[in-house]
């Protein structure tokens, strides 16, 4: 263990000005603007894992945006660990609520502070420095590969089908996944599950062009009016959506599955002050844990149309938009979900408007079982650089590919995420603490030996 720390302090200041450098680029995926950062950030990242003694890297193309893959293949008979990143992250919108550039990396306060910090920049890099380790000290006890992608933020579009066409490639025994949080640095955990995902554009659209809303208003369906209302419709007073079939396939825990994750420690007025909120809320009949961990959700994402520049413009809109997503529990279908949506919401038209729903994104929810050897090895690892043992947990938020890839590999997926929920990913100021990227170097390393027996 000393070793071990004595490798990440002697190299702490390598370590950062190289993801600094990952950091610096923009790899913003759902934008054009930034389709050559995604080029520049994907063959970083093959410097690095070739640095850190891959015996192979390369960029691979896609439909979309380039993956990154890496191997040391040390003995074909001994398990093979495939590690899971992305290098693509959330746009910088809004720019104006950062305390600096998003795209400028600073340690402030014991934290880096940049978009990708966490999600997944940092993250990912943590498994690149522990490969390091394991390399230089010709320590490492089994195969690994990497599996660098640039499209997770906008559902991972392209990496089904490369992932069918490269089977052989990906072969492995398990994914290896740093991409979620953790309760807090004094309780650690381990995710055992997260929620899939439906993401959906809606378009309500009235007149043919906006019209003088004294001349009409009070006559004709104003399209912002009516999609608040159909919005409001989707979720009743209960907490519940309201779409036909929505909660069909969704399998309520037993009471003794709903105790165990009730363990986590959970302080609900920190939970209300550290987001600034005065009250909670949410599906009836369960707890905040619960409603962010085992049941599914509707939230509007994003809503537009109209005049909303400075000054008065008093016009009924031709049209309004939102963007809704679902948190989805294993056992629900995103694709059928989406088409009951789409159905549900049509459905919801009055007279005088049309109503079209796009599809973006989604993918599959998944679990992983405590029992395994994978996620023991994981705990014992962690339990030893926190000094306690880490709590099982279930993640809200959403990796569609990786119930995916599951199916296609034969491989289950292990959480093994050290966020907080301080570094505010996808929002300004996202940030990652230097002692949890520290800590989740000593704990890889020491995940590699457990699982392996070394």
């Given at each position: 263990m000393s070793e071990i720390k004595d490798f990440i302090n002697k190299n702490s200041q390598r370590f950062l000005?190289?993801?600094?450098?990952?950091?610096?680029?923009?790899?913003?995926?759902?934008?054009?603007?930034?389709?050559?950062?995604?080029?520049r950030c994907a063959r970083q990242y093959v410097v690095?894992?070739?640095?850190?003694?891959?015996?192979?890297?390369?960029?691979?193309?896609?439909?979309g945006h380039p993956v990154v893959y890496a191997e040391k293949i040390i003995d074909s008979r001994k398990p093979t660990v495939l590690v899971y990143g992305h290098y693509d992250v959330q746009p910088e919108d809004p720019i104006g609520l950062w305390k600096t550039p998003p795209f400028e990396p600073e340690v402030r306060d014991g934290a880096i502070y940049a978009r990708g910090a966490?999600?997944?920049?940092?993250?990912?890099?943590?498994?690149?420095?522990?490969?390091?380790?394991?390399?230089?000290?010709?320590?490492?006890?089994?195969?690994?590969?990497?599996?660098?992608?640039?499209?997770?933020?906008?559902?991972?579009?392209?990496l089904g089908e490369w992932a069918r066409q490269n089977k052989e490639l990906l072969a492995c025994d398990m994914i290896l996944?740093?991409?979620?949080?953790?309760?807090?640095?004094?309780?650690?955990?381990?995710?055992?599950?997260?929620?899939?995902?439906?993401?959906l554009e809606v378009k309500v659209t009235g007149p043919d062009k906006d019209l003088?809303?004294?001349h009409y208003g009070g006559a004709i369906a104003n399209p912002i009016n009516v999609l608040c209302?159909?919005?409001?419709?989707?979720?009743?007073?209960?907490?519940?959506?309201?779409?036909?079939?929505?909660?069909?396939?969704?399998?309520?825990?037993?009471?003794?599955?709903?105790?165990?994750?009730?363990?986590?420690?959970?302080?609900?007025?920190?939970?209300?002050?550290?987001?600034g909120i005065n009250g909670i809320t949410g599906e009836e009949g369960y707890s905040t844990l619960e409603r962010i961990g085992i049941r599914p959700c509707l939230d509007v994402n994003g809503i537009w149309g109209g005049y909303t520049g400075e000054g008065a413009k008093t016009v009924i809109p031709s049209f309004a938009r939102a963007k809704i997503s679902m948190r989805l529990v294993p056992n629900q279908d995103h694709k059928k979900i989406a088409r009951l949506f789409a159905e549900h919401f049509t459905s919801m038209a009055p007279a005088g408007v049309s109503v079209e729903v796009t599809e973006h994104h989604g993918g599959q929810g998944f679990l992983a079982p405590i029992s395994s050897p994978m996620y023991q090895a994981a705990a014992k690892a962690v339990g030893q650089v926190y000094g306690i043992l880490p709590?099982?947990?279930?993640?809200?938020?959403?990796?569609?590919?990786?119930?995916?890839?599951?199916?296609?590999?034969?491989?289950?997926?292990?959480?093994?995420?050290?966020?907080l929920e301080r570094d505010t990913i996808h929002s300004p100021n996202e940030s990652y603490l230097l002692s949890q990227f520290h800590k989740g170097v000593e704990s890889i390393i020491l995940f590699y030996k457990y699982y392996t027996g070394a």
């Open positions: 000005d190289e993801l600094f450098t990952l950091l610096r680029i923009p790899s913003v995926s759902s934008q054009q603007e930034h389709k050559e950062d995604m080029q690095s894992l070739i640095e850190a003694g891959a015996d192979r890297a390369e960029i691979h193309s896609t439909k966490n999600d997944d920049k940092g993250q990912s890099f943590m498994h690149i420095k522990a490969f390091e380790y394991l390399v230089s000290r010709d320590e490492l006890p089994c195969n690994v590969k990497f599996l660098i992608e640039g499209e997770e933020e906008i559902g991972s579009p392209s996944v740093s991409d979620t949080t953790m309760i807090s640095e004094e309780v650690p955990s381990i995710n055992t599950g997260m929620r899939g995902l439906a993401y003088h809303s004294g209302g159909m919005i409001a419709g989707l979720i009743d007073n209960k907490g519940r959506i309201t779409i036909k079939g929505f909660y069909d396939d969704v399998v309520e825990l037993s009471p003794e599955d709903r105790a165990l994750l009730a363990l986590a420690p959970f302080n609900l007025e920190h939970y209300k002050k550290s987001i709590v099982p947990s279930r993640g809200g938020g959403s990796i569609p590919v990786l119930a995916e890839l599951e199916g296609i590999l034969g491989a289950s997926p292990l959480l093994m995420g050290f966020g």
